[in-house]
């Protein structure tokens, strides 16, 4: 008879393979466990450390992966052993992938609370020679230098320690990918300007950065030259950035260009909100020879004087007579003062030819007949015409141009200088049909707003109230808000809309009682609005009783 063993060989393999499995299981899994438990008590790892143990992990796996299959599958086929090596890699892949399905997220950087935040990510090496922890240091001592050389509502720092962009990108023509991380970036810190660079060295061991700036384009929707990503003159560094003498100077010439830039910033936000006497102090300084914003800054210096002439403007619009002409002949010299083939040379000319508009309708302005100048207004439209088809113009500055044309157009209609032929409708449907870009909106509202006073001089009130009511649904700031509802109000009073015409003249003046107290309006404003609608309303009440 045969000698058969009490011991089935079949179920000892069976356990011994269970046990095993079992074991590289645990073996697979604890190391990425212990990882993720590392990172959800806080200590998040950063990516590089955190490759090297998983990597170091699995070296430690395939040894003992190499062992268990030597020992315990030599006798099997090569298809088993094949099969366990891919069993065990799945089993690895599996708590790897499990680890980073459940890393925590990055903790949040920390946001700024300032109006025009500075955030400094840092310095990139051209090469691999430059000492990161160096390019560090220099973004720290910078974001500290800046402290105190700019606005008082705006705060600087470092995040060289906290983030990585692509700055290498810079080095090319197409860097949209590090757009993307960057816009990103500011939206997650509430920063406005974000200032990095790149650090080279030539074979002479000259070192040199060449800075660079990102600007939301929310923040300066009238100066799209300065959003993005743009680069600055390269800066040399004397000695390189082990010496104190280089560094010292590369902090001061950097300070003193994104000074500048946070400064240019504050003047456009502050003559946009209403304030445009503070506005033209801080472009004058800015346009001192003493500042040496030069050709090395980042804001050209023929950008500055055009929002010099703007902001100077917009004071005119407060005053009459001597003191309005004044104040537009000043805006003219500093718009004709710009070069025609600078990169502002077209806006300048643009700027002169609304300038021109304003001045031709004299001292007290409107667009009465027999006082304006007829013949100037006609050589402005035609030069308006020209620069809204002018290719080389951007297609922001021909919807200004069309804009522009709008109200003249309008107000020589309204001189009965020339018959109304359709020209004021065709100008507003070409900026209400344009696609969206970055500033479009606020013309869109203009555009709208000339719209209403070219029907409420038709006397078509239904089609003005129809326009205004777009014109404010495009938010404009607080004032116009104001000054639109207050058309409203006066239209719908001349059609016996009461009730709208009180709601709409209660919002003109909680509007002027906001930008009263932001210093954009002043209380005389709301008086005269309040009692010449209290006086508009008792005359409406009189003249729809009697039409009952």
Same mark, same amino acid.
């Not at 718009?335 to 300048?348: E, F, Q, T, W």
């Not at 509202?445 to 109230?465: C, V, Y």
């Given at each position: 008879?045969?000698?058969?063993?009490? &011991?089935?060989?079949?179920?000892?393999?069976?356990?011994?393979?269970?046990?095993?499995?079992?074991?590289?299981?645990?073996?697979?899994?604890?190391?990425?466990?212990?990882?993720?438990?590392?990172?959800?008590?806080?200590?998040?790892?950063?990516?590089?450390?955190?490759?090297?143990?998983?990597?170091?992990?699995?070296?430690?796996?395939?040894? +003992?992966?190499?062992?268990?299959?030597?020992?315990?599958?030599?006798?099997?086929?090569?298809?088993?052993?094949?099969?366990?090596?891919?069993?065990?890699?799945?089993?690895?892949?599996?708590?790897?992938?499990?680890?980073?399905?459940?890393?925590?997220?990055?903790?949040?950087?920390?946001?700024?609370?300032?109006?025009?935040?500075?955030?400094?990510?840092?310095?990139?090496?051209?090469?691999?020679?430059?000492?990161?922890?160096?390019?560090? *240091?220099?973004?720290?001592?910078?974001?500290?230098?800046?402290?105190?050389?700019?606005?008082?509502?705006?705060?600087?720092?470092?995040?060289?320690?906290?983030?990585?962009?692509?700055?290498?990108?810079?080095?090319?023509?197409?860097?949209?990918?590090?757009?993307?991380? !960057?816009?990103?970036?500011? *939206?997650?810190?509430?920063?406005?300007?974000?200032?990095?660079?790149?650090?080279?060295?030539?074979?002479?061991?000259?070192?040199?950065?060449?800075?660079?700036?990102?600007?939301?384009?929310?923040?300066?929707?009238?100066?799209?030259?300065?959003?993005?990503?743009?680069?600055?003159?390269?800066?040399?560094?004397?000695?390189?950035?082990?010496?104190?003498?280089?560094?010292?100077?590369?902090?001061?010439?950097?300070?003193?260009?994104?000074?500048?830039? $946070?400064?240019?910033?504050?003047?456009?936000?502050?003559?946009?909100?209403?304030?445009?006497?503070?506005?033209?102090?801080?472009?004058?300084?800015?346009?001192?020879?003493?500042?040496?914003?030069?050709?090395?800054?980042?804001?050209?210096?023929?950008?500055?004087?055009?929002?010099?002439?703007?902001?100077?403007?917009?004071?005119?619009?407060?005053?009459?007579? !001597?003191?309005?002409?004044?104040?537009? &002949?000043?805006?003219?010299?500093?718009?004709?003062?710009?070069?025609?083939?600078?990169?502002?040379?077209?806006?300048? $000319?643009?700027?002169?030819?609304?300038?021109?508009?304003?001045?031709?309708?004299?001292?007290?302005?409107?667009?009465?007949?027999?006082?304006?100048?007829?013949?100037?207004?006609?050589?402005?439209?035609?030069?308006?015409?020209?620069?809204?088809?002018?290719?080389?113009?951007? &297609?922001?500055?021909?919807?200004?141009?069309?804009?522009?044309?709008?109200?003249?157009?309008?107000?020589?209609?309204?001189?009965?200088?020339?018959?109304? *032929?359709?020209?004021?409708?065709? #100008?507003?449907?070409?900026?209400?049909?344009?696609?969206?870009?970055?500033?479009?909106?606020?013309?869109? +509202?203009?555009?709208?707003?000339?719209?209403?006073?070219?029907?409420?001089?038709?006397? *078509?009130?239904?089609?003005?109230?129809?326009?205004?009511?777009?014109?404010?649904?495009?938010?404009?700031?607080?004032?116009?808000?104001?000054?639109?509802?207050?058309?409203?109000?006066?239209?719908?009073?001349?059609?016996?809309?009461?009730?709208?015409?009180?709601? #709409?003249?209660?919002?003109?003046?909680?509007?002027?009682?906001?930008?009263?107290?932001?210093?954009?309006?002043?209380?005389?404003?709301?008086?005269?609005?309040?009692?010449?609608?209290?006086?508009?309303?008792?005359?409406?009440?009189?003249?729809?009783?009697?039409?009952?």
């Amino acid at each position: 008879m045969p000698n058969h063993s009490t &011991e089935n060989p079949a179920d000892g393999d069976s356990g011994v393979s269970l046990w095993l499995w079992s074991l590289l299981g645990v073996f697979a899994a604890c190391v990425p466990c212990a990882l993720l438990v590392t990172e959800k008590s806080g200590s998040a790892l950063p990516l590089v450390p955190l490759t090297l143990a998983i990597l170091a992990a699995l070296a430690g796996y395939v040894v +003992a992966v190499r062992v268990v299959v030597a020992e315990k599958f030599a006798q099997r086929s090569r298809r088993s052993r094949i099969l366990v090596w891919l069993a065990a890699a799945g089993l690895f892949l599996g708590s790897v992938a499990v680890l980073f399905a459940f890393r925590p997220p990055p903790p949040p950087l920390p946001r700024m609370s300032g109006t025009r935040d500075v955030a400094v990510v840092g310095f990139t090496g051209h090469d691999e020679h430059q000492d990161k922890r160096v390019l560090t *240091d220099v973004a720290v001592d910078f974001a500290h230098a800046m402290t105190g050389r700019i606005p008082a509502a705006t705060s600087v720092r470092s995040y060289a320690d906290k983030v990585s962009l692509p700055l290498a990108e810079l080095q090319g023509s197409h860097h949209s990918g590090l757009e993307r991380k !960057t816009a990103r970036f500011a *939206d997650e810190t509430n920063a406005e300007i974000v200032v990095g660079g790149l650090i080279s060295s030539d074979p002479a061991s000259q070192t040199t950065l060449q800075p660079a700036v990102y600007v939301r384009a929310d923040q300066i929707p009238d100066a799209p030259e300065l959003a993005d990503w743009f680069r600055g003159k390269p800066l040399p560094v004397s000695g390189g950035l082990a010496s104190k003498e280089g560094r010292d100077q590369l902090r001061s010439d950097l300070t003193r260009q994104i000074s500048t830039l $946070a400064e240019f910033v504050d003047a456009l936000d502050t003559w946009r909100n209403g304030s445009p006497a503070k506005a033209t102090r801080i472009l004058q300084h800015l346009l001192d020879p003493k500042q040496q914003v030069g050709t090395g800054g980042f804001v050209p210096p023929e950008l500055i004087r055009l929002f010099h002439g703007h902001a100077a403007e917009v004071q005119a619009a407060g005053e009459t007579g !001597t003191g309005r002409q004044k104040l537009l &002949e000043a805006a003219r010299a500093d718009y004709l003062a710009i070069s025609k083939d600078s990169p502002a040379g077209r806006r300048a $000319a643009l700027s002169l030819q609304f300038n021109a508009y304003l001045r031709a309708l004299g001292p007290t302005p409107n667009c009465k007949p027999g006082t304006v100048r007829a013949g100037e207004l006609a050589q402005i439209a035609q030069a308006l015409r020209a620069l809204a088809k002018d290719p080389e113009f951007t &297609e922001l500055g021909r919807l200004k141009a069309t804009v522009n044309l709008a109200q003249v157009e309008n107000c020589r209609i309204t001189a009965q200088l020339v018959r109304d *032929d359709g020209r004021v409708e065709r #100008a507003v449907a070409v900026v209400s049909e344009a696609p969206d870009l970055t500033g479009s909106d606020e013309l869109r +509202a203009l555009a709208e707003s000339i719209a209403a006073l070219h029907a409420a001089g038709k006397g *078509d009130l239904a089609a003005a109230i129809r326009h205004i009511r777009a014109a404010i649904a495009h938010r404009p700031n607080l004032v116009e808000q104001a000054i639109w509802n207050g058309f409203l109000a006066r239209w719908s009073l001349a059609r016996c809309d009461l009730e709208t015409g009180r709601t #709409a003249q209660q919002e003109a003046l909680s509007l002027l009682d906001a930008a009263e107290q932001a210093g954009r309006a002043s209380s005389k404003l709301r008086r005269h609005y309040e009692q010449d609608f209290a006086a508009k309303l008792r005359k409406a009440k009189k003249h729809c009783g009697r039409a009952r």
